[in-house]
């Protein structure tokens, strides 16, 4: 990342590459927590918030440097509107505080990542409506503000979603890093959800100043393509931002994908198939990389192993 890096004080790294955590819900159901649809994550935030912390501290036992808030489904397409309306706030607050009390307790400096994840679901840029979507992104926003060290909007999928939420962040002065989600399709110029392209992304994302262009939850074989168009943009207009990449092991999902109705099914992705992809990442440009669904800490175990190694194969 020229001109950049996260200040992790008393982290040793070989490489300039800073790892993220891994994939919360998947790993919530994975450890046992209380997990099934529509709630997704904020099962266990509402039944057993010990889980949260449990996947929290196994990230960062894994070496993960960066933690993100578990508010992903604090929002009234996962909780419901009554829920949401009496709850939402809370339960956000919640989770930041939990990814917080892991953070502080770390041997390490570990950062935590507030999330401002889609408001009417995932994959889904059909179904966004700005207004609605901005009073939603303001209240998690509110609710995480005191104890998060940066920001990240998840899973992004239209310009006009990024654009909404980069106005709400535009009040704070921590760094905001912004994680689009892209088509599941190799065969393709890269795209977002919506179809737009990625490299009127980056140009949009270069000429607001953001700190991070991130891409996340699209499956591993994407990624490559659209960083190295981010880091063309980067070359061309001299900005100082940092590329990102967690991707997930889903299957491809297609478009019109009901989150709510069916748990997406699996791939096998190893560790070793993980950072073997991970590596085509850096090497196009990436420096904040982890994992989204999926994505357990036996992979960013295998991440941060090679991070601390003084090799570059």
């Not at 992903?72 to 996962?78: G, I, M, T």
């Not at 400096?109 to 401002?116: D, E, M, T």
Request: charged share 20%; glycine share 8%; net charge negative.
């Amino acid at each position: 990342m020229q001109g950049f890096q996260l200040k992790l004080y008393g982290t040793f790294k070989m490489k300039d590459l800073t790892i993220l955590d891994g994939g919360m819900g998947r790993e919530l159901k994975r450890i046992g927590a209380p997990f099934s649809q529509p709630l997704w994550s904020a099962q266990a935030l509402i039944e057993s918030p010990q889980h949260v912390s449990q996947a929290h501290q196994s990230f960062v036992d894994a070496g993960a440097e960066i933690l993100t808030v578990n508010s992903y489904a604090c929002v009234p397409f996962h909780l419901g509107a009554e829920l949401y309306q009496t709850q939402g706030f809370e339960l956000a607050k919640k989770a930041a505080f939990i990814a917080r009390e892991v953070a502080d307790k770390g041997k390490t400096k570990v950062l935590v990542a507030g999330s401002i994840p889609p408001a009417f679901g995932s994959y889904r840029p059909d179904l966004f409506e700005v207004n609605e979507a901005r009073t939603i992104s303001q209240t998690l926003f509110d609710a995480q503000d005191e104890n998060v060290d940066l920001w990240l909007a998840e899973t992004v999928a239209s310009i006009a979603e990024f654009e909404m939420i980069s106005e709400v962040l535009s009040a704070t002065d921590k760094p905001c890093y912004y994680s689009f989600t892209l088509q599941d399709d190799v065969s393709t110029e890269a795209r977002l959800r919506s179809g737009e392209l990625v490299i009127d992304a980056a140009r949009a994302a270069c000429r607001a100043g953001v700190e991070g262009i991130f891409f996340n939850c699209s499956v591993p074989e994407v990624m490559e393509q659209a960083i190295t168009i981010v880091q063309s943009v980067i070359n061309e207009t001299g900005a100082n931002t940092v590329i990102g990449v967690f991707a997930n092991s889903f299957t491809p999902i297609t478009e019109g994908h009901e989150a709510n109705d069916t748990i997406q099914s699996m791939r096998e992705l190893s560790p070793c198939d993980y950072l073997a992809l991970a590596k085509t990442w850096y090497q196009a440009g990436a420096r904040i990389i982890g994992g989204c669904c999926g994505i357990q800490p036996s992979h960013i175990a295998e991440l941060a192993k090679w991070r601390d190694n003084d090799e570059e194969s």
